[in-house]
């Protein structure tokens, strides 16, 4: 029988970035959420996977669950109606198509800069969650670590994961193109968590070199400036260091902190002229755009700009696509023949109950030596019988047959009856 597997997924495809950051869940939301889906449904091998370009659930379950993950999401996220958000969550209930996404998600086939690299530790973290909350079964354990084996493959068979088209590089490429025209550009990059850090790191490879980096915690800034060859400043120093940057660029999710119109406007003509926007929720205003001078960019904005890796990751999809699908297809005979292990285990149960049944008529006259010797053959007699029809459902599993043989030794044997205790 097939895993019920099935996804709830939103994502920047058909959603716009206000109702992403609506949905979207931080760690301590993901956590809460597994517990509230552990609690109020009857879903196993939930697999919980937020970012600035996707909210998305993955479980097995008989039933539709769609409707009360959407609910369960908007209690999480501390609002009562789902009817605006709702319309822009696609349900996948075809297990196939499902594994197929996430594996797609997961290499980083749906990702908004193709072959984005983060997106591989963002679901190792989700994993790690998921098996936290004793919510990662054999279904889901062997699925994650089959797409992590996978990805080794891609990384090591293809140039899908090669340069630096990633999100975090093509803000460095965006950075480039509006200071072109400056001297020695300044560049303010707030918080320093994995974006964050991703972007500096890219700023290496750049000719953009004057970067100074703030964040709420001080020490975490100036361990990465030092990495970085960049400066570190002290939080409370930021609206200072503001006023004499060129670019701003935000990685501070906005319910800590917000750059709003009305501050940056008090600035005058002491102000940056560019800002872009990494955060989710959002942390600058995108009213700045209605003062002189002044451009926002948040992560709609930000496209494939890492032209050459670019074109080499798009070259090499059709290579990616052909090594997940021979990922898939091992995995879905992994499925099968986990599937047909209890009818084997019962199939065996009741040959051994009509062992036991038969050698209990015989062994009454016998002597122990006699007994141990007749235990023996007949239990080899069992296993060789039983390895034959294991042998074959496994070779059917290989050609996806498997189905057809099951009903067959389930109907011979009465395999659907409850089975006999031995």
């Not at 993950?69 to 605006?84: H, M, N, P, R």
């Not at 290579?319 to 898939?328: F, G, T």
């Amino acid at each position: 029988m097939q895993i019920p597997f099935k996804a709830l997924t939103l994502s920047y495809r058909h959603a716009p970035i206000a109702v992403r950051e609506a949905v979207a869940l931080n760690e301590i939301g993901c956590r809460n959420l597994l517990d509230k889906i552990k609690e109020f449904t009857q879903s196993q091998d939930v697999l919980v996977l937020s970012t600035c370009n996707r909210t998305e659930v993955y479980y097995a379950a008989e039933q539709d669950y769609s409707k009360e993950i959407i609910k369960l999401i908007a209690l999480e996220k501390g609002f009562i109606a789902t009817s605006e958000i709702a319309p822009y969550f696609k349900h996948l209930t075809r297990p196939q198509e499902t594994v197929q996404h996430l594996f797609n998600v997961a290499i980083g086939l749906e990702s908004q800069v193709v072959g984005d690299m983060q997106i591989m530790n963002q679901v190792k973290n989700a994993y790690q969650w998921a098996a936290d909350a004793n919510m990662a079964g054999p279904f889901l354990h062997r699925l994650l670590h089959t797409i992590f084996f996978t990805n080794k493959r891609v990384v090591n068979e293809t140039a899908f994961k090669d340069g630096a088209a990633s999100v975090s590089y093509a803000t460095v490429e965006l950075v480039e193109e509006l200071t072109k025209g400056l001297e020695n550009p300044k560049v303010l990059m707030l918080g320093v968590g994995e974006i964050g850090a991703n972007v500096c790191d890219n700023f290496q490879k750049s000719e953009v070199r004057n970067i100074t980096i703030a964040n709420r915690t001080h020490h975490k800034a100036a361990e990465l400036a030092q990495k970085c060859n960049a400066q570190a400043i002290y939080w409370e120093n930021v609206w200072e260091a503001m006023a004499t940057a060129d670019v701003v660029i935000s990685s501070v999710p906005g319910d800590c902190f917000f750059i709003s119109k009305e501050v940056i406007a008090q600035m005058r003509e002491n102000r940056p002229s560019f800002f872009v926007d990494l955060s989710m929720p959002r942390s600058i205003d995108s009213a700045l755009t209605e003062l002189t001078g002044t451009e926002v960019y948040n992560v709609d904005n930000i496209r494939n700009r890492a032209t050459e890796a670019l074109e080499n990751r798009l070259a090499a999809i059709p290579a990616v696509q052909e090594i997940i699908s021979e990922a898939i297809t091992e995995f879905q005979t992994w499925t099968r023949e986990m599937s047909m292990s209890p009818a084997l285990q019962q199939f065996k149960n009741r040959l051994e109950e009509i062992r036991q049944r038969e050698v209990a008529r015989y062994v009454k006259q016998l002597g122990e030596q006699e007994k141990e010797l007749v235990e023996t053959i007949t239990k080899n007699i069992l296993n060789k019988i039983v390895k034959m029809p294991a042998l074959e459902l496994k070779a059917a599993c290989q050609r996806g047959e498997s189905e057809a043989l099951l009903q067959g030794l389930s109907a011979l044997f009465h395999l659907e009856d409850k089975p006999v205790a031995v």
